[in-house]
């Protein structure tokens, strides 16, 4: 009966369930994980939409202001037409120079203007935002003389950025004599575009921004320049651009064209939640696995606490009931004595009847404080190896290497247990036929007993098991014997107990140590 096999059976059906378990959370973990990365993409997708709704929407404006802009500069030719052909009726006075070339215009309202003569100076200008007393503030230690120089270069300035927007229109007011007419976009104009570009700044930044949105970057398609984005890291370090790039290269980049010859693309990557969600099972399964072993732990200290008690319950109640038995035994080889049987076979029962007894010691000290004494260890040795001699095989060759005189702290009915037992199995794996060597020797810090056999060998993947309660490789029997021996040596005397070596078909060496 292996109870060990059985228990490893058991923890692997238990844990191919866990596994299994593990797998199939993680299947529908790993769904949820997907639909929501699907809806994301969704969420990415309509912003994108949105970003093409905004394009179009823009460029019906500029289209709108382009008509516009066409109808200005029909209205600024017409004057210039007008202001021609009244150039040829009008007298020729200086008064005339100065005055009319705006004085055709007047009813302009809205269209800034400034006219310019061939000689540089400033003729008048029109529906301009500054004059001169911005200057002033400038300026104010200059003349008046001064103060209208610098009015004069600035529109003089101003017309030459205009002149770069729109064509110019110069008029010959009279032989020899051009004005020209520099003019921008109408304050209507420029208004409505001001109300445009804020619109869409706010429609970007209130998109983009959305907490609720997934991370995005929008890039220039060639270059790969940041446009916007709303990963904090990336508006605080721009650099940091091309790494977050590379992170979001698991999802498809999504192309924005703008018809008019330029295309971005727009990089997105999980939400925060999102990874959550999809680190969230492991770390599930982590605080699962702790708590669980936790609770191993401390169920298996609960029941090894429990077992003890039973075992020391047992060995204690067997040797109470191996008293009655004994004292009878011991009556009856004296009634043989008594009636002169041959003294042989009295003394040989008495020597079984001191077996037993000291049995019964041994029992008797599970559960309890073992008392441990300095006493030679070889002695002990000599002792359990006489008596097992002449009640095993023959043909097995028995060697103990023990006559020396080691002191060391033991209990010696309890090491005479554990040395019967190791040697008991090792008749057992040599069929009774070979050798059984026993060797005592000295370290530093350790005395060894060594047991060593020529039977059939343990097989390396059993090695680790053979102390286990319930491993036995006998169809008969509880498998507790070396975990028995393990208990003494360990708990009792604080040492150790091992296989030095192992063959299969060569043999087996058991190490018994003892702290000095």
């Known amino acids: ?80 037409e007008a202001t021609t052909e009244a150039a040829k009726k009008s007298p020729l006075d200086e008064d005339f120079s100065n005055n009319f070339p705006l004085t055709i215009a007047k009813r302009n309202t809205d269209i800034p203007v400034i006219a310019v003569d061939d000689d540089g100076y400033i003729s008048g200008s029109r529906n301009l935002d500054f004059d001169t007393s911005s200057l002033r503030g400038l300026y104010p230690n200059a003349t008046r003389k001064e103060i209208i120089q610098n009015y004069d270069d600035s529109l003089l300035v101003l017309a030459g950025i205009w002149k770069k927007k729109n064509a110019s229109f110069t008029v010959e007011v009279f032989d020899g004599f051009f004005i020209s007419y520099y003019y921008t976009d109408s304050k209507g104009i420029t208004e409505l575009e001001y109300k445009r570009d804020s619109l869409i700044e706010a429609f970007n930044t209130d998109l983009i921004n959305n907490e609720s949105l997934v991370p995005v970057l929008l890039v220039d398609g060639t270059t790969k320049k940041l446009i916007r984005t709303n990963i904090p890291e990336v508006n605080k370090k721009e650099s940091r651009t091309k790494e977050f790039i590379q992170s979001m290269s698991s999802n498809e980049p999504l192309l924005i064209d703008f018809q008019n010859g330029t295309k971005s693309k727009l990089y997105y990557g999980a939400s925060p939640e999102l990874k959550q969600l999809q680190y969230f099972p492991y770390i599930q399964f982590i605080v699962i696995g702790l708590f669980a072993f936790i609770g191993y732990v401390i169920f298996s200290t609960f029941r090894k606490a429990e077992q003890n008690q039973v075992w020391a319950g047992m060995a204690k109640e067997t040797a109470h009931q191996l008293g009655t038995p004994l004292s009878s035994l011991m009556a009856w080889v004296q009634l043989l004595e008594s009636k002169e049987i ?148 360990k708990e009792y005397h604080k040492g150790n107990v091992f296989v030095l070596e192992s063959q299969l078909d060569i043999g087996t060496t058991f190490r018994i140590s003892l702290p000095r």
């Open 1 to 80: 009966m292996n109870l060990y096999s059985n228990k490893q059976k058991w923890k692997i059906a238990l844990l191919v369930f866990a596994l299994l378990l593990v797998g199939v959370s993680l299947f529908v973990s790993n769904r949820i994980v997907s639909k929501v990365a699907e809806r994301e993409k969704e969420r990415a997708q309509h912003w994108v939409g949105a970003i093409q709704k905004k394009i179009e929407l823009v460029q019906l404006t500029n289209k709108t202001f382009s008509e516009l802009r066409e109808q200005e500069r029909d209205k600024m030719s017409l004057w210039v």
């Open 342 to 489: 041959d003294p042989m076979v009295t003394k040989e029962m008495q020597k079984d009847i001191d077996r037993l007894e000291k049995v019964t010691d041994r029992f008797s000290k599970i559960g309890s404080n073992a008392q441990l004494s300095d006493n030679d260890i070889c002695l002990t040795v000599r002792n359990v190896m006489s008596y097992l001699k002449p009640r095993i095989s023959n043909k097995i060759n028995v060697i103990v290497n023990s006559n020396g005189n080691i002191q060391v702290k033991h209990n010696a009915s309890l090491i005479e247990w554990v040395v019967e037992n190791i040697a008991k199995n090792a008749v057992d794996a040599m069929a009774a036929e070979g050798q059984l060597e026993v060797n005592v020797s000295e370290a530093i810090n350790w005395v060894h007993i060594d047991i060593k056999d020529t039977g059939k060998g343990i097989p390396q993947n059993q090695l680790s098991t053979i102390f286990e309660p319930g491993f036995s490789s006998k169809k008969r029997g509880w498998g507790l014997g070396l975990s028995l021996v393990k208990r003494i040596v």
